[in-house]
């Protein structure tokens, strides 16, 4: 493959420059033999993308998310590119045609409007949030109590909308690689799972604070309830002796008297990474921080 599969869309909590990192706590026997790669959630798929390339032993792989139009856009990269590239290519040139901001910003909420009215075929509804995501601030997705995508214009001189050579190197790799894509709750999964399996966890993450949530995904937030049914999926994991590591907020760093991951994963073992965040509302925000990665072999 002459182009590098990679994310075609931003996406907050993204491991693209986590990878490195995340690949040293691979288990080593997913090098040695045949296995299925599980991604219960699985967001903007750098993770995906990047072990579907790596590992060439890999007998198929499962991805899933809650988010419906993420997954939808999945599809649609997967089973009518060309016709997704075409109609992203006529959104990039009627915006990039218009040079005032004014104009694309209602460019911009006329097209957020018709997303959030589900107006249009599949082709049509994963364009509209490939556009949304290159052209709406800070390439943030976030829905509303009543599930409508809410993230206001954002100001970019030259957005690339269409990444044609990206699209067909994803739709490329979701074909070739036996790739089974699922929509709903993260558990529904462990149908999926064997002993051969090895199951990677990105959920949205437990927020370090009042102000820095980003788990609307979709409608209704992952709460501390669901990070302890997600606790009891990892154990059930584990008790189908399959291989499982997950990604996760660093709670303690920011106030050392929050144990919360610490006590609920406490038979497993907890290691920390260095992540750099870019997506948030407020740039001081932004940096270098700890996250936690969770994983049950050493």
């Known amino acids: 493959m002459s182009i590098e599969a990679k994310p075609f869309l931003k996406w907050a909590g993204g491991k693209g420059q986590l990878l490195s990192q995340l690949s040293e706590h691979l288990p080593r026997q997913i090098s040695e033999e045949p296995f299925t790669y599980i991604e ?12 579907l390339q790596r590992f ?17 856009t999945y599809r649609t990269v997967k089973a009518d590119v060309e016709s ?52 709406c601030f800070n390439g943030l ?23 044609a050579s990206v699209l067909r190197a994803d739709s490329q790799l979701l074909n070739s690689a036996k790739v089974e894509i699922r929509q709903g709750d993260f558990s529904l999964t462990l149908n ?9 966890l990105d959920p949205p993450y437990r927020p370090l604070d009042a102000t820095s ?25 584990s008790g189908k002796n399959c291989l499982w590591m997950q990604s996760n907020a660093d709670c303690s760093a920011k106030n050392q008297e929050d144990t919360f991951f610490e006590e609920l994963y406490k038979d497993y073992h907890i290691y920390r990474v260095i992540a750099s965040r870019s997506i948030n509302a407020n740039p001081l925000k932004r940096g270098k921080l700890t996250e936690l990665l969770i994983k049950n072999y050493e």
């Open 56 to 72: 060439g032993n890999m007998k198929k792989a499962v991805i899933n998310d809650v988010n419906e139009d993420l997954i939808l």
């Open 213 to 237: 949530s980003f788990t609307a995904y979709a409608k209704g937030d992952f709460n501390d309830d669901d990070q302890r049914k997600l606790a009891e999926f990892c154990r059930q994991l």
């Open 84 to 135: 997704l590239i075409a109609r992203l290519v006529q959104m990039e040139s009627d915006y990039l045609s218009h040079k005032s901001q004014e104009a694309r910003s209602e460019i911009f909420y006329d097209i957020r409007e018709r997303y959030n009215q589900h107006i249009g075929n599949e082709t049509e509804r994963a364009a509209q949030l490939i556009f949304l995501n290159k052209t």
């Open 192 to 200: 999926d799972v064997d002993r051969s399996a090895f199951v990677y």
């Open 141 to 163: 997705y976030r829905v509303n109590g009543k599930g409508k995508f809410n993230v206001p214009f954002g100001r970019y001189a030259n957005p690339t909308i269409c990444n």
């Open 40 to 51: 219960p959630f699985v967001g903007g798929g750098a993770m995906l993308f990047f072990m």
